[in-house]
């Protein structure tokens, strides 16, 4: 790839990073509270959150099938979408432990990074814990594919 | 405590966030998941070759916060549990969970339902309601 390419593709990519943070802050997701309000349905019900996810959505959708008109990204060979389409016991238990834990802390992993800057003690307790639970996460599913048919 | 109903700022925020997913489509041709490009640049098996695009997004997500401070003039509300030893068990459960699941509220209910994706929305009906129900618990039985 080209000198501009490579610079075009650092900016398309960091901005994209800015951009998702703005979007997490100003759209509410950035406080726990707000998040945990709006799951919390039998009480002080924030529905904020379903426009947040309907916005994006509005964007994403179209976005994506626009772009995908193409062969290639612009700066990479190719696209890398998920393929699978089977649901697994691991999805759902995955999404169902997630769950939980979004729950209890009102952060997901991109407010939770976003939010590291505003040093707050309970993000600074919370992302290394979402580290450790990742390595973990990425360790049990090592096994499975070293083992080899005997 | 009760949070402010902001539909339009929210939407917009929504807007954003979107954006971002298109542009990383558009450049690199991968989903937006955060939790997929956070977990891919941790041991064990660190993808070196996805290594530099994993930092950049990530010094992206990062400076919204110090630009936001500096344009608005203050922080954004943020209020969060003071009880750290909950946060650390919330940061364990989500992290571990977001990668055995394959994805978390950008991946799976961003990108995955923009991509019309049966696993996404599996997914996204799933971690909503064990979000629910936590809640609720969290709230209304042992907070109650």
Redesign the interface.
Known sequence: MSWGAEI???F???????????????????????V??F??????W????A???????????P??WF??K?S?????D?????T????DA?????????????????????P???????A????L??????????????????PSRKTIPA | ???????F????????????????????????G??GI??RI????IDTKGL??GL?????????????FGFIGQ????????N?A?????????????????????G????????M???SM???A???????????I???VVGG
């Open positions: 075009m593709h650092f398309s990519t960091l901005f994209a990073g800015l951009f998702f943070g703005s979007g997490l802050i100003l759209s509410g997701m950035a406080n726990p509270t707000k945990q309000n799951l919390d349905i039998f009480g002080t924030d529905p904020s959150l426009f947040v996810m309907g916005g994006a959505i509005l964007v994403t959708a976005g994506f772009v995908q193409r290639t990204p612009f700066f990479h190719m696209f890398h979408l998920p699978r389409s089977d649901i691991r999805l759902v238990t995955g999404a169902a432990i997630f769950g939980i834990g979004w729950g209890l802390g009102g952060l997901c992993p991109g939770a990074v976003t939010s590291l800057p505003f707050t003690s309970g993000v307790v919370f992302v290394p814990a979402m580290l450790v639970g990742m390595s973990l996460a990425k360790l049990t599913a090592l | 405590m009760e949070t402010e109903f902001t539909p700022a929210s939407l917009l925020g929504g807007g954003l966030i979107g954006l971002s997913a298109v542009i990383l489509m558009a450049s690199h041709g991968r989903v937006a955060i939790s956070v977990s941790l041991p064990p098996a530099p695009q950049t997004f990530i010094a992206g997500l990062l400076l919204a916060a110090p630009l936001w922080a954004p509300v943020v209020t969060i549990s003071s750290n909950l946060l650390g068990l919330a940061g364990i459960l989500v992290g571990f969970g977001a990668v055995l699941g394959n994805g978390c509220t950008s799976h209910g961003v990108c995955g339902i923009s991509r994706s049966g696993r599996i997914a996204t799933t971690f909503m309601t064990t979000g629910v129900v936590t809640v609720f969290l709230r209304h």
